[in-house]
């Protein structure tokens, strides 16, 4: 028999509400960055959320409680239906935040975005000269990033510069933080290098030397006090060169998740890579995925920690650091973040970093670019 | 661009205002005020948003120091200040001349 008094029971699990959503809307893409995040596996997810499905991920994100949409890919302004997305998200009063290469960004497109409320734009910048710069996208696009750069500032729109550094283009942060002050841009974000997807099988031909991070730790220190007041500068320090790994997405399943162009959702973009569970929007409301689905639940909190962290003063802070780079570099998804020096595994960061310490290898690594992936139409 | 000194502290008759890239909204997930920018979500309490509905580039600061006093009886004029300064620091938060207030920014009609 039943007792009277059932045990207390928690209807909903104490989870917190995510705050941002990134829409990763197609892998697509015109560039072929060889420091991209996307999947090795691009082919696997051609299959793209239509419209109406991304709207109705919308409404669920926004029950949920997520207030920023970040709009990205691949390439998302080659989605025709960006316009609409933008729309629906800026009608639920989410904040909308375009990720963009600005190949595509016309001015007949962008007057479009601004119609449909976009919020603001970043533009990712791969160097502070043609050449260089699309030598490292791997097509012709310096001058048509400019071009697209002015256009939102003309449109009155706040302009964010993504600069990714590494190994070819940290010695031009100068350069860079020139042209983003001459390009009226408000903020600048200088993140180097995250070693996941095409990064990861470029790692060595695209980790800096320390004097190299040094110089630019410099730079960067000194245009953050000239350009006080009028452009923010945000510089990501690159956790191989870190005593502590990155808090990465904020925890596990705790402030942010990403939506992927099949569908897929996870607790960040490179998440695919480990042997988990999938949980997609096509098989799943969304917050039962976020609140529920083994997927989320894996590694949310501290429970799942192995020594050094479950220990560590720090556990709350950088929650271990990041499953996936963990899983990369040791098998082991549950694992400490080998970029912790206090991780039994540190010694497989060390070696790489001391490997790009090596001048004598400097500008003789070859990169694989990433391939252009054609995908099936989406509406 | 008009550029602000980040450490500078807001005068009675400056006219506090949103930029551009931020979004003061209300949560309804939450039942609470966010104040929405490129990069970051700040959770407001009731008093900082009651400040910020009423940062609207029209009123001066000590306007809005009135239409506080109206609403909650006393409010402490300093604290409302350093708030201000605060936002003003993040660039969340502009302060419009006395005389070129009135809100006439290009771009500014009917955003947010």
Known sequence: ?379 | MRSTTPVQTARGADRPRLARSVRLRFDPARGRHVLLTPEAVTVLNGTGAAVLELCDGRRTLDEIGTVLRGRYGSVDDDEVRAFVDRLTARRWLEIGDAEAGRGQRRGQAGRG
């Open chain 1, 1 to 379: 028999m039943a007792s009277a008094v059932g045990r207390p029971a928690v209807d909903r699990p104490a989870v917190e509400r995510p705050f941002g959503l990134l829409a990763e809307l197609t892998y697509r893409c015109p560039l072929h960055c060889s420091y991209c995040s996307n999947p090795l596996e691009l082919a696997a997810h051609t299959d793209e959320l239509t419209t109406a499905e991304w709207q109705r991920v919308l409404v669920e994100a926004r029950d949920l409680g997520v207030l920023q949409l970040h709009l990205s890919g691949g390439e998302p302004l080659l989605r025709r239906d960006l316009a609409e997305i933008v729309r629906c998200a800026g009608e639920l009063g989410l904040y909308t935040n375009l990720i963009t290469s600005a190949l595509g960004l016309t001015p007949r497109r962008a007057e479009e975005l601004l119609a449909a409320g976009l919020d603001h734009v970043q533009i990712s910048l791969q160097a502070d000269e043609a050449a260089l710069s699309d030598r490292l996208a791997g097509v012709r696009s310096f001058e048509r990033k400019l071009v697209a750069a002015r256009l939102v500032k003309e449109l009155g729109w706040p302009l964010t510069l993504n600069v990714v550094l590494h190994r070819h283009n940290v010695d031009r942060v100068a350069g860079v933080l020139d042209l983003a002050e001459q390009l009226g841009a408000d903020r600048i974000e200088l993140a180097h290098t995250q070693y996941y997807g095409w990064a990861l099988r470029n790692r060595d031909g695209l980790l800096p030397s320390r004097a190299q991070l040094e110089r630019a730790e410099g730079v960067v220190r000194a245009a953050r006090e000239r350009l006080q007041g009028r452009m923010e500068v945000i510089y990501v320090l690159p956790d191989y060169h870190s005593r502590y790994p990155k808090p990465c997405m904020g925890g596990w399943g705790r402030r942010q998740l990403t939506v992927v162009p099949d569908g897929d959702v996870l607790p960040c973009p490179t998440a695919h890579t480990l042997p988990l569970p999938r949980a997609s929007v096509r098989e799943h409301p969304l917050a039962w995925i976020w609140e529920r689905s083994p997927l989320f639940q894996r590694f949310r909190g501290t429970d799942w920690m192995p020594d050094p962290c479950r220990s560590c003063d720090r556990r709350e802070l950088d929650f271990g650091g990041c499953r996936c780079q963990a899983f990369q570099l040791t098998g082991d998804a549950a694992r400490t973040d080998p970029v912790c020096h206090l991780s039994p595994d540190h010694g497989l960061v060390a070696e790489a970093v001391a490997a790009a310490d090596e001048e004598a290898r400097s500008g003789a690594a070859v990169l694989t670019p990433r391939p252009h992936l054609a995908a099936r139409r989406s509406r």
